[in-house]
Structures are given as structure tokens and as C-alpha cells.
């Protein structure tokens, strides 16, 4: 009955703080879960000639690019986010701290929030060449970037993290003289979208998308665009898989 009783509790939670719609959307994606994945995205863009906002998390909080010495810290939360069960596994975390310093090398740069030591949301900027597992590529300008692999600890959410380490990063790069920044959010993922939407984000790339299990293909319908910058991979390489 216990278990019974969170169901129903999850739903009622569901339905009062994000809309029966958004409900019924997730009841679709876990029935078709054993087939594949299905999503709901948005590229959103953000205009840096512009001035932005001033956003202040609802916590004493301090923000700052991550440091060699915090790689192992900064480990931990990916970990969180990808599986919790990682940090179970040494070698699993050790693996991430791998692809960190990969992306790193790769001209990536990581910005955290710190509530006093614990470090409690990551969020990654990359420059030139983005690639999306939907099957998107960007080539981005000099003056440009990419914002991704976003995560805040769960029993942090709802202080408005997101929304002001995201912030910080878009003032550092208006600063360095860029004039436009891009993401991506699933619009079922409402704390994301919100926070995007507060800092005032443009959401301009709604897309539909199924990735079959055990298959290198990727089912998209747009829903509106241009979707630019963001290219299909079938139109710059003939010879790939839609």
C-alpha cells in the first residue's frame, strides 16, 4: 500500500505544481520507456548586446570556474546526475573525472555553486563545435557559445540556482565580448525552464524527438524553427543514418 500511496502522491504533486498536461506527457514517455526515448526539447538562445538581469539565488552562494583541484568534487555531482549508484563505484567516478579533464582539454570550462565547501551545481560552456545526441551539430563564431550539462543536487533545487549560476556565466562571457550563447532544455523538465525563462531566455527551437533502444537512429519532427545554428547531421553528411 506504501507504495501505492507515493504513486498517488507523485501525482497529485505532478499535477498541482506542473499541470495535469505535463502528467499525462510523462505516463506517454514511461509506457513507451521499454521501446525507446521520447522528448520534448527546446534550443533557446540568448542575446548578449542586451543587457541582462540581475539574479541572486535564494541561498548564500558562491560561484566560480572549477579548478584542477576541485575536479574530484566536481566528479561527485556528475556522478549524481548520470547515476547515483556511481558513487558506489571508484573506478566509475575516476572515469568521469576522465571525460572532465577530456572536456577541459578540449577548450570546455565548468562553472560551479558552492553553499559554504559543498559544491551543488555544475553547468558546462563549450566553444566552436557542439554536437547534440539528437543529431544536431553547431559551428559556432568566435563570439559564441554553448551552454550544457546543467545539474543542480536535488535537496538544493528550488533556490533558484540554476538560474543565477547561469546568469554569472552569461555576464563573464558579455564581459569577454561575446554577442550570443545557446542551450538546450527537455520542456518537461520545469525547474530547468523556469530558470531559463527568468534569466529570460529566448526559446525558439521546440523539437520532438524518439531514440529507439539498441539503435543509432534519432526520429525528429520539428515543430517550428529555423533552428539555426543548429544543423541536421543528414544534411551535412548524405551518407548518415536518419
Known sequence: M????????????SVSYEGLHLLLWRILQKSLV????????????KDLT???KEIRAK?????????EAEIGQLAMLE???????YLQNPSSVQDIEEIIRTRMQQGAIC?????????????WIFFRKVESHLGYTANLSNNEAYFGISFTAS?????????AVNNHMLSVLQQSGFRMVYTRVELDNVASTKGLQSVGWDFYGPLLYFIPKQSDNVYRWKIRGPLD??????????NSRK
Open 229 to 238: 545554428p543548429f544543423v541536421p547531421d543528414q544534411v551535412r553528411n548524405k
Open 79 to 85: 556522478a549524481q546526475d548520470l547515476d547515483p549508484q
Open 111 to 123: 562553472y560551479v555553486g558552492k553553499v559554504g565547501s559543498e559544491m551543488v551545481h555544475h553547468n
Open 34 to 45: 521499454p521501446l525507446g526515448e521520447l522528448g520534448l526539447t527546446s534550443f533557446c538562445r
Open 155 to 163: 535537496e538544493w533545487r528550488g533556490n533558484g540556482i540554476h538560474g
Open 59 to 67: 541561498v548564500d552562494l558562491n560561484i566560480s570556474q572549477v579548478t
Open 50 to 52: 542586451q543587457p541582462l
Open 2 to 13: 506504501s507504495k501505492f500511496y507515493r504513486y498517488v502522491s507523485k501525482g497529485f504533486y
